[in-house]
């Protein structure tokens, strides 16, 4: 990880948020990094030390950050707001109407599987049975790909 951070020119971060993703980046990395780098983080806010990286931004003015998360959300740390060169906007991507539809799908689907007694998927993170086109997803909710495998209505999305 420190051979990628010294050589690239963006970054951009996007790590599930675990005791090993905490403070990633912290002083020691950012030290390391290129004075003109660009690191972005769009997955969870406590992957960076935001302290730290407020005291980086206002050393090197030539680094700059893009963030849509922020470590205490919807709070930022003091001095972030104010850096001219970081970027900073909501966590909103799943804001488009056809997110949200599909969102909204999703849960309903999720309370009819249950209800019908189907178990509910155990491991987030696994998806790749939902995903093999060669084979029949998983009797358990959620997934808009089994649906209709299930009996369930079939989603619009």
């Not at 990628?4 to 950012?30: C, F, G, N, Q």
Request: glycine share 6%; with cysteine.
């Amino acid at each position: 990880m420190e051979d990628v951070l010294r050589e690239a020119d963006v970054i951009s971060l996007h790590p599930v948020l675990d005791k090993t993703t905490y403070h990633l980046i912290k002083p020691e990395r950012l030290a390391i990094m290129k004075k003109e780098a660009v690191l972005v983080n769009a997955s969870r806010g406590p992957v960076i030390d935001e302290v730290a990286l407020v005291e980086h931004l206002k050393a090197n003015p030539m680094f700059r950050v893009g963030l849509d998360v922020f470590e205490d959300e919807p709070y930022m740390k003091p001095g972030l707001a104010e850096m001219k060169n970081a970027v900073v906007v909501p966590h909103i991507a799943s804001a488009s109407k056809w997110t949200r539809e599909g969102m909204a799908s999703l849960a309903a689907l999720n309370v009819l599987g249950k209800i019908k007694g189907y178990p509910v998927w155990g491991n987030p993170n696994v998806v790749e049975p939902f995903l093999k086109e060669d084979a029949t997803p998983p009797a358990a909710c959620p997934s808009l790909v089994n649906a209709k495998q299930l009996g369930l209505p079939s989603s619009k999305l």
